[in-house]
Each structure stands twice: as C-alpha cells, then as structure tokens.
C-alpha cells in the first residue's frame, strides 16, 4: 500500500514537471524569505540594544531650555558655558561630565566637499559613552585647554580661543579656501567691515600680541589703529576692534 502511494506520486509529480518544480520553489522562496525576515530584524533589535546599553543606566543628557514647537509660549535659557560643565564634573555624584557642541558644517579637500555633523568635546566624552580607542589616541590635556576668550561688546557672548601659536582672525568663505581660527562672520563680521583675513593673534609664552594683515577697515587695540604687520601687544581686559567688530580679549 506504501509503495502503490509513492509509485503513484512520482507518477504525478513527473506527469506535471513544470508545476511540481514551481511548487517546490515556491515553498523554497518563501522559506528563504521568512528566515532572512527573522535574521535582519533579531540583527537590527541587537544593534539598537548594543547601543542604548553603551549609554548605560547611569548618563544624563541635559539641555539648555527648551523651544516649544508651533503656537504658544516659548521658554528659552541661556546656553550653558564650559565652566558651568567643569562645575558639574566637580559634584561627588558625577563620575565625569563632557560639555558637547554640534554643528552642521562643509568640509572641504581639494576638490570634493562634503556636509557633515561635526561634534565639538573632551577626552570625558569618551568616557561618558563608554567608547574605547579602537585606532589613534584620545584627547591630550593641552589640545583641550583653550588660549583664552574675545568677549563681544556687543549682543554679549564669547568667543574661545584655542590652543595654538598663532590664530588667524577673518570671515570664513569657502569659495577662497578660508577658514580662519577665529570667525567672526556668526557676530556680524560682514556687516562689521571684517575682512576675510583680518589680522593675527600671535602667542609667545606669556605674552598675547595682535597683528594687522593689511585688513580693508583696520585693527584697533584700545582705539589705537595697528600699522599692518606690525605686532601689538594685549593685555586682558583691553578691547580689541577688527573693523567695526569691538571685542574684550581675556587671557
């Protein structure tokens, strides 16, 4: 009885070649399918896991204010200060705090360009996210002390300075290929007569001098109009004016 059952379905299976072999393949695809389904999405659940247990349980993300969206009332604070992150890392219950920047910017080499989010942070940041150095190195301490600091006359706000020797002061235009340390072009630059290479901060040991790079509207050190390339010394707390753009550097 057996053997008449398989005699007669091999029968019919090689009767109907065509239909028996889309059926299998049907029933193959479908298999398939429903496998790589279950695969990419138990695949997508571990990485979205990974990522939030990097965070760990214990990382607070705190924001300046808040801007609610559409009609109605808009609550707004000031934007928190890098002091305001080495308070908080002072606290006996924080373990490390890492102040964070973000901003959408191009970045350029030689002909291509590219728009990328670029993140501005400390060595703490590393930490914070429980990321290790997989290639390279981390932060030293020197790269994340900064020079100093212009205080804007006017409108308030500062503008740090970084580490280096020498800083260039101007408006950015990508078209020329200028990216000056200090751009002023956010604080009115344009309008403020500031040329795209103004002039220079130079750094020797203690001592903060200012040079004039032949700029369209000049430089000015307490009123004073620099001759061009001639170095000025400054001292904190002295204002410092590039074309209309009045500043207080703070060593």
């Given at each position: 009885?057996?053997w ?33 389904m ?19 349980t214990?990382?607070?993300?705190l924001r300046?204010?808040?801007?609610m ?37 191009t ?32 932060f ?16 308030g706000?500062e ?8 800083l ?32 220079r ?51």
């Amino acid at each position: 009885m057996i053997w008449e059952t398989v005699r007669l379905a091999l029968q019919a299976i090689l009767r109907n070649a065509l239909r028996s072999f889309l059926t299998v393949l049907g029933v193959v695809i479908g298999v398939a399918a429903v496998i790589a389904m279950v695969t990419i999405g138990q695949g997508s659940s571990d990485q979205v896991t990974a990522s939030v247990e990097s965070l760990g349980t214990n990382v607070l993300i705190l924001r300046p204010g808040r801007a609610m969206m559409g009609p109605g009332v808009r609550d707004d604070a000031p934007e928190f200060r890098l002091a305001d992150a080495e308070a908080m890392s002072t606290l006996s219950v924080v373990a490390a705090a890492a102040p964070v920047a973000s901003s959408t910017l191009t970045a350029v080499y030689g002909n291509a360009n590219a728009t990328t989010l670029v993140t501005g942070t400390g060595a703490s940041y590393l930490d914070v996210l429980n990321w290790p150095v997989v290639r390279g190195r981390s932060f030293a301490d020197a790269e994340e002390r900064l020079l100093g600091r212009l205080e804007l006359i006017l409108g308030g706000g500062e503008i740090p300075l970084p580490a280096k020797a020498e800083l260039l002061v101007g408006r950015e235009d990508p078209v020329s290929g200028i990216y000056p340390d200090v751009d002023l072009t956010p604080h009115g630059g344009e309008e403020g007569g500031v040329s795209r290479r103004h002039a220079r901060i130079v750094v020797d040991g203690d001592n903060y001098f200012v040079v004039d790079l032949d700029s369209t509207n000049f430089t000015f050190v307490n009123k004073q109009k620099l001759t061009p390339g001639t170095q000025q010394q400054v001292q904190p707390g002295e204002e410092i004016r590039f074309g209309r753009v009045a500043v207080v550097f703070q060593g």
